[in-house]
């Protein structure tokens, strides 16, 4: 007797995206795109600046960047979790977003690509 085990195909929302690395999600809302990420940093207490600029998107491709801002007191020396909850606001029409992450430490991810999912059948973005 022979079986397999079948895992099934990732589930994509219709208004989400497929982030590369998987710690950043980004979903289309009314208002534009909103961008949720996990990361972490070398002690607590980071702030960021999120900047893009609409008019950048061309083709469906936006560019963004996100420096990321060391505390300014000093503090314990410790890996912390970092929360990023950035809403994008945008009239264009975006199926991927490439971010650039500027950051005073040499580890975890220095860009994100988020990209909507293409189907097989269709051979088209969704």
Do not use: M
């Not at 995206?17 to 607590?44: N, Q, S, Y």
């Not at 998107?57 to 801002?69: E, H, S």
């Not at 500027?102 to 220095?110: A, L, Q, S």
Request: net charge negative.
């Amino acid at each position: 007797q022979a079986f397999a085990i079948v895992a099934p195909p990732p589930v994509h929302k219709p208004d989400g995206f497929t982030c590369d690395p998987p710690e950043f999600t980004l979903v289309r809302t009314d208002k534009g795109l909103h961008l949720h990420a996990t990361i972490e940093v070398p002690t607590p207490g980071y702030s960021y600046t999120f900047s893009t600029d609409d008019s950048d998107a061309q083709g469906g491709i936006l560019t963004a960047n996100i420096n990321l801002q060391t505390p300014e007191a000093a503090t314990a020396q410790v890996i912390s979790t970092f929360r990023i909850d950035q809403q994008i606001k945008t009239t264009a029409d975006i199926n991927t977003l490439n971010i650039s992450i500027d950051k005073e430490f040499d580890w975890g991810p220095e860009k994100v690509t988020c990209t909507t999912p293409v189907t097989e059948e269709e051979g088209t973005t969704k």
